[in-house]
DNA sequence: TATTGTTATACTCTATAACTATA
DNA sequence: TATAGTTATAGAGTATAACAATA
């Protein structure tokens, strides 16, 4: 978009670019890599890890929702299809009996463990390589204050009822 | 994943799941208002950008496919749904009667357009609010070269026809 | 009444492979 | 033989709405 970009000027509109592309060709890399290591999805990987780091490795499933897929129903379908391979269990929880907690199981945990370090190691040769220590430092202060602005800001319920920016 | 990132630093981990978060959220946020205001996808906008910035307003299939969308058929499939819509037209190519040559129509331009103005603004809000002028500066040397990296580094499992595996 | 989670369902998108046609 | 593009088809994933159960 060379000449119609009202509110950006070139460098920012460079950067939103070079933004989109990295972070899809890294996504792209990244989901190819956990399919063929551990027949995992970015989202299902997302979940696994999630689960190893929390405590006790179980949550709530709200809690898992939050962050990791954009619907409840969603997170259904993939807790179900990681409940039916053994990855992760699913019980009721002791304090609410709305709740179900997920746990990661063994297996969960051994899945994780096999294919982080593969994981690593391309983030690494594709985002990190080419870094010098001075672009890490600058790329960890923009996005931490990026995301911290973007967690404030409601990305989703704010969704314009009477909208303005209607197609005719 | 605290504990088992056996080539990351814990500084490099914070920046490549800030990044991963930070894309996925910009993505989502920027989707959400193409699809509301003008009932257009990511892929699809995209399509349609790079045509109106192409010469003429027009390319071919397989220029088009490098870059935005990981195979032909879903190429296909994408310029079928904006061609019924009258925001592209398809015409063989003269020179080479194998091509189809893809060209912008008016109403593709117009939708365009309209459309860009709150895409931009929403980028905006979200990612360059919260930035400091060094931020923007920053963010485009390390985007900048970590993109050119990528670039030149194919994809192992660079398949023979189709795919992803394109300078761009 | 609001929240938690599941289910049923429909839809979008993507990839693979087979196919046609041209270089 | 290789390239350009389409089609048929199958599969993954997502969202919406209805639903049941609990707070």
């Known amino acids: 978009m060379s000449d119609a970009a009202p509110g950006l000027n070139s460098e920012q ?6 933004l989109m592309e990295v972070g899809s060709l890294l996504q792209y890399a990244v989901d190819e890599h956990l399919r063929a290591a551990g027949d995992l999805s970015y989202v299902q ?3 696994l890890a999630r689960l190893v780091d929390a405590p006790g490795g179980r949550l709530r499933m709200t809690d898992l ?9 969603g997170l259904t379908y993939q807790a179900g299809l990681l409940d039916k391979r053994g990855l ?5 929880a002791p304090d609410d009996d709305r ?7 063994d297996a969960g945990r051994d899945l994780v463990a096999h294919v982080l370090p593969g994981h ?9 390589d080419p870094m ?7 790329l960890s202060t923009v996005l931490g204050r990026v995301r911290d602005h973007m967690r404030a800001t409601p990305p989703r319920s704010a969704k314009p009822r009477g909208g303005r920016n209607r197609a005719g």
């Open 13 to 18: 509109l460079g950067a939103y670019f070079a």
């Open 45 to 47: 990987f997302q979940i």
């Open 65 to 73: 929702a939050d962050g990791v897929v954009y619907s409840r129903s």
């Open 88 to 92: 992760i269990a699913r019980s009721p």
């Open 99 to 105: 709740s179900v907690l997920v746990t990661v199981t």
């Open 120 to 128: 690593v190691e391309r983030v690494r040769q594709l985002l990190f």
């Open 132 to 138: 010098t220590g001075t672009d890490l430092a600058a």
